[in-house]
Nanobody
Framework: VQLVESGGGLVQPGGALRLSCAAY????????LGWFRQAPGKEREGVIC????????GFDDSVMGRVTISRDNAKSTVDLQMTRLQPEDTGVYSC???????????????????WGQGTQVTVSS
């Protein structure tokens, strides 16, 4: 099982960025997928998650209206679209997966079993 993120980089405040997570070794069906970020000196925190079976999503209030998540079960990819980025969105963004039978998706990092290596997002002028 492997998760590989791509799409990070430097973006100006107010800009947009799309991150992608490709899953290898398993199919997304039956899994919850989450995007998490860790800013320098801070704990890892949840950004947004999705249940690949039900399509239900959950997100942190700080990104409401600015972030969307989508998954393609056939391609085994989960994308994170971020808009109106601010300097406080800076951090290492990681995708994670866990087999999940519930309707929603867990939002706590410790609930996830598989993690990608992360990709750096820097929002700065």
């Amino acid at each position: 099982v492997q998760l590989v993120e791509s799409g990070g980089g430097l973006v100006q405040p107010g800009g947009a960025l799309r991150l992608s997570c490709a899953a290898y070794g398993f199919t997304l069906a039956g899994y919850a997928l989450g995007w998490f970020r860790q800013a320098p000196g801070k704990e890892r925190e949840g950004v947004i998650c999705i249940n690949s079976r039900t399509g239900a999503t959950g997100f942190d209030d700080s990104v409401m209206g600015r972030v969307t998540i989508s998954r393609d079960n056939a391609k085994s990819t989960v994308d994170l679209q971020m808009t109106r980025l601010q300097p406080e969105d800076t951090g290492v963004y990681s995708c994670a997966a866990v087999e999940y039978a519930g309707f929603l998706c867990p939002f706590v990092p410790s609930d996830y079993d598989y993690w990608g290596q992360g990709t750096q997002v820097t929002v700065s002028s």
